[in-house]
C-alpha cells in the first residue's frame, strides 16, 4: 500500500484550530470583549488554512482511489497475458504431437520395401498395310499436241490478266510533312505580307497548309508553316531556293520538322 493511500485513511481532525477559534469567539463574546481588526484578518488567516487542508485531504483521497484503479486495469492485463500464453503452450503442444505422428509415418514408409512394379504396356504391333497397284491402270503416258496447245493458250491467258490488272493497280506515291521556320530581318518587317510571299511559291506535289507566328525575341517573330509535298517531286532545297528569292522579307529558311506520310 503507497503513502497517499496511508494517508487518505488515515482520520486526522484538521478543522480543530476552527472549532477552537469558534469557542474562543463564542466565550469572548459571551464577556463582552471585543476584537481588533489584526485578530479578524489572523482569524481569516486560520480559516484559509484549513479551507486549504481539506483541498489536500480530497486530493489525496482521490490519488489513492485513481491509483486502486490503476492496480485494478494493471491486474485485469496480467490476467489476459496469462491466458493468451496458456493457449500459446496449448497450440505449440499440439503442433509437436502432430509433428512427431508424421516422423513416425514418414519411417513405417521408409521401411516398407516396394513389392509390386508398375505393369509395363506393351505397344501393340503396327500392322504393315499393303498397297495393291493396279496394273490395268489406264494412263496416257503421252499427251496430244492439242492439249499443250490449250495449255499453252490458258497461260498466256492468265499472263495478259494479271499484267492488266497490275497495270490498272495506281502506283504507291510517297509524301513527307515539312514543317518550316521562315525568319525575317527585324521586327519591323510585315509578317502578313511575308507569308503572302511564301505561299505564293506553288509547284507541282506541293500542298501548303496551316500556318503560325512564333516569338523569337525583342519584338521579332518567326512564320512557322506546314506544308505536304511529293518527295519524287519536291525537295527541301527545292523550297528553300524558292523562298529565299524574296529578299526583301526573307532573312533565312530553316527546317523545323520532317517526317514521312
Known sequence: M????????????FDKSKYDEAERRYYEGLNGITHSPQEREASAILQDIAIARQNIQKSL??????????????????????????????????????????????????????STAAPVTKAAP???????????????????????E?????????????????AKKPALIAKSSILLDVKPWDDETDMAKMEECVRSVQMDGLV??????????????????????????????????????????VQSVDVAAFNKI
Not at 503507497?2 to 481532525?13: N, P, V
Not at 493458250?153 to 495478259?160: C, E, F, S
Not at 527541301?236 to 528569292?245: A, G, N
Open 2 to 13: 503507497s503513502g497517499l493511500q496511508c494517508l487518505a485513511q488515515e482520520k486526522i481532525w
Open 61 to 114: 483521497a482521490g490519488n489513492a482511489s485513481s491509483g486502486a484503479g490503476d492496480q485494478s486495469e494493471l491486474v485485469s492485463r496480467i490476467k489476459s497475458l496469462e491466458l493468451d500464453n496458456k493457449n500459446l503452450h496449448k497450440v505449440v503442444n499440439d503442433l509437436r504431437s502432430m509433428l512427431s505422428k508424421l516422423e513416425s509415418r514418414m519411417a513405417v514408409l521408409e521401411k516398407t520395401p516396394v
Open 126 to 148: 503396327v500392322q504393315k498395310v499393303k498397297v495393291e497397284e493396279d496394273e490395268d491402270d489406264d494412263i496416257d503416258l503421252f499427251g496430244s499436241d492439242e492439249d499443250d
Open 150 to 166: 490449250e495449255a499453252e493458250r490458258i497461260k498466256a491467258q492468265r499472263v495478259k490478266e494479271y499484267t492488266e490488272r497490275k
Open 208 to 249: 501548303w497548309g496551316a500556318s503560325k507566328l512564333v516569338p523569337v525575341g525583342y519584338g521579332i517573330k518567326k512564320l512557322q508553316i506546314q506544308c505536304v509535298v511529293e518527295d519524287d517531286k519536291v525537295g527541301t532545297d527545292m523550297l528553300e531556293e524558292e523562298i529565299t528569292q524574296f529578299e526583301d522579307y
